[in-house]
């Protein structure tokens, strides 16, 4: 039988030939200057614009872009089509793909005063194209909020041990941002002590595990509610205990979204990657040694449930879906993704103490999601996996109970194993759904117009004020994100997140191109404009598919919806995946057109790179 050593090795080899050399090469291309004065220096404020430590600043950037989907997505695609192809996109795609997403994003942000890719296409295309892609993004940043507040819930329904540990780690942030910024402590004993006790918290987690409701739980959980929370709403569709977290987690990323990066953002995901690179490490690690050692509770390798390829239609339990596109869709974050602009052209450009650090951040954190992505799909490997139809309601347990399995190499008990796996979802899971949050901010000040370096609080009568605010920006986020959520069409949610994703990440790949072409009308347009054509192409098809073929034909046409809501549901999907076609193709249009007159030779000069 195959090793599964052998998905490990794949993804190190063309992911060490992809940053020793791919990255060298684009640092030079887009001139990289340590010297260089960064948007964190020349507008640091205490509050958004922080110059951080280069393995800080790579602790927060990889804490939130990691999140769920590079690990349901590897599962579930695995599951229906075979490892075989998922492997080869992600250890294809990503060096050449989504790494040098982003890396250019966090560059041409660097070259825009930390302003995100809305605010650069605008400088090229107009004012139209920059609103597009705005509410484009903030869109999709309700939805990624509305997934990850979902996927949290039902990671702490699993796993009650992990919300005890995910509460004790918040707290040592906490005070570890004092201990570095308001007391100046040395830098590696707090790094040392501090992380001890995340470490420690695992352990605490693991003795007093706590639940909101009562449930199938661990002995010794504690409850803090009578009764199993059946009037909560969505409880109906998904638990009550389950519905009961999703609150809880909006009202924590509203709060932390709008604390000063140094309080909780930063210390915390310095913390929590030091979990994060330990479960992704460690797990690939345990392959190694139990493959050559023999250490692990089982032989490492794949499971006979799973094919190494399925056919282009996929197991018939999955419904027969087509491999082109929908297998690069469904992916999604393991190989590229939309939401990595945001941040990179958000939170990251803001706190970059040099230009040159972009290469570690921008493309070899990517390569970092991409290797948690690879063992993802180890742990289906070794797994396997009997509902490849289950989506993320089966491919959650199954990360855990896989890479407790795995963990069994390092002499780890499988449950505690299974445990810690689940801990290290849910921290990426924490830490993007507030990034999100802040996010979205963002997006909304560049929308309604705020200076560089100038944040408002929300608490006056202006309604711009309000819509920019720091406290009151938030509820515009989360309210719509709790309400699609607790609707219980959470599977639609999900499909929609997918592939406004895909199309985020090839409008920042249009955006990047764009700059380039500005910049330098000499400049080769190869390295982002070929992925950008390939997304574009994917995502399109992958959304047709959704909207005609699924909803209008199968659901509307034969009937298939069945229920007068079910049908409701179609419709509205139909519509919203509508409206991401023609906006996409609108952008691609006016970066297009733009492109073509800068190559043609415009009437004025072209940019310099640090010109707006």
Not at 243 to 250: G, S
Not at 270 to 293: P, R
Not at 582 to 604: C, D, F, K, M, Q
Request: with cysteine.
């Amino acid at each position: 039988m195959t090793q599964v050593i052998w998905i490990i090795a794949a993804v190190l080899v063309t992911f060490t030939a992809g940053y020793v050399g791919y990255s060298r090469y684009l640092i030079r291309f887009v001139e990289l200057d340590e010297e260089a004065e960064t948007p964190a220096h020349k507008y640091e404020d205490g509050q958004e614009y922080v110059p951080s430590k280069k393995p800080v600043l790579l602790g927060h950037h990889y804490s939130s872009i990691a999140g769920g989907a590079p690990i349901v997505g590897p599962i579930t695609a695995g599951a229906i089509w075979g490892w075989v192809p998922a492997l080869l996109w992600i250890a294809i795609g990503n060096p050449l793909m989504g790494a040098v997403h982003d890396f250019v994003s966090l560059s041409g942000s660097l070259r825009h005063e930390g302003k995100s890719i809305g605010y650069m296409i605008g400088e090229y295309v107009g004012e139209s194209g920059k609103n597009m892609l705005l509410w484009f993004a903030f869109l999709t940043i309700v939805l990624v909020v509305a997934v990850f507040a979902l996927v949290v819930g039902i990671v702490f329904n699993a796993y009650p041990q992990v919300v005890t540990a995910s509460l004790l780690y918040i707290g040592l942030a906490l005070v570890f941002g004092v201990y570095l910024y308001q007391f100046n402590g040395p830098f590696i004993p707090g790094t040392v002590l501090f992380v001890a006790g995340v470490f420690a918290a695992v352990w605490v987690g693991l003795q007093y595990p706590l639940a909101l409701f009562a449930g199938d739980y661990p002995a010794g959980t504690i409850v803090l509610f009578g009764g199993a929370g059946e009037w909560v709403p969505g409880a109906g569709a998904l638990g009550g205990n389950t519905a009961a977290w999703i609150p809880f987690v909006m009202v924590y990323a509203a709060i932390a979204s709008a604390l000063p990066v140094w309080v909780l953002l930063q210390p915390r995901d310095y913390l929590s990657s030091f979990l994060l690179y330990t479960g992704v490490g460690g797990a690939t690690v345990a392959i190694i040694v139990g493959t050559f050692l023999g250490t692990s509770a089982q032989p490492l390798v794949i499971d006979e449930t799973i094919g190494a390829f399925e056919g282009f239609w996929g197991v018939e339990a999955a419904g027969l879906a087509p491999l082109f596109p929908l297998l690069f869709i469904t992916i999604a974050c393991g190989t590229i993704s939309g939401f990595h602009s945001l941040v990179s052209s958000g939170t990251t450009a803001k706190q970059l103490d040099k230009e040159t650090d972009a290469r570690l951040i921008g493309y070899g954190g990517m390569l970092g999601e991409g290797l948690l992505a690879a063992v993802a799909l180890s742990t289906l490997a070794v797994w396997g996996f009997a509902d490849p139809a289950g989506g993320i309601g089966a491919a959650l347990p199954n990360f855990a109970s896989g890479g407790g399995l795995i963990l069994t190499s390092l002499g780890v008990p499988q449950t505690v194993g299974a445990v810690f796996m689940a801990l290290v979802l849910c921290s990426f899971l924490l830490t993007s759904t507030d990034t999100a949050v802040r996010l979205g901010r963002y997006m909304m000040e560049e929308i309604v117009g705020t200076p560089a370096g100038r944040t408002a609080t929300g608490l006056s009568a202006d309604p711009a004020s309000f819509a920019r605010g720091r406290y009151t920006n938030p509820i515009i986020q989360v309210v719509p994100a709790y309400l699609l959520v607790v609707s219980g069409q959470w599977v639609v949610l999900w499909q929609l997140f997918g592939g406004a994703n895909q199309l985020l990440a090839a409008l920042a790949l249009l955006t990047a191109t764009v700059w380039l072409a500005n910049w330098d009308d000499s400049k080769q347009l190869v390295s982002t404009g070929v992925p950008m054509a390939i997304m574009v192409t994917i995502t399109i098809l992958g959304l047709s598919i959704l909207v005609f073929y699924e909803n209008l034909y199968l659901n509307l046409l034969q009937g298939g919806a069945g229920s007068l809501e079910a049908m409701l549901s179609s419709a509205v999907q139909m519509v919203i995946g509508l409206v991401l076609i023609v906006l996409a193709l609108a952008l691609v249009r006016l970066g297009y057109r733009n492109i073509s007159n800068v190559r043609r030779g415009p009437e004025t000069p072209a940019a310099e790179p640090g010109d707006d």
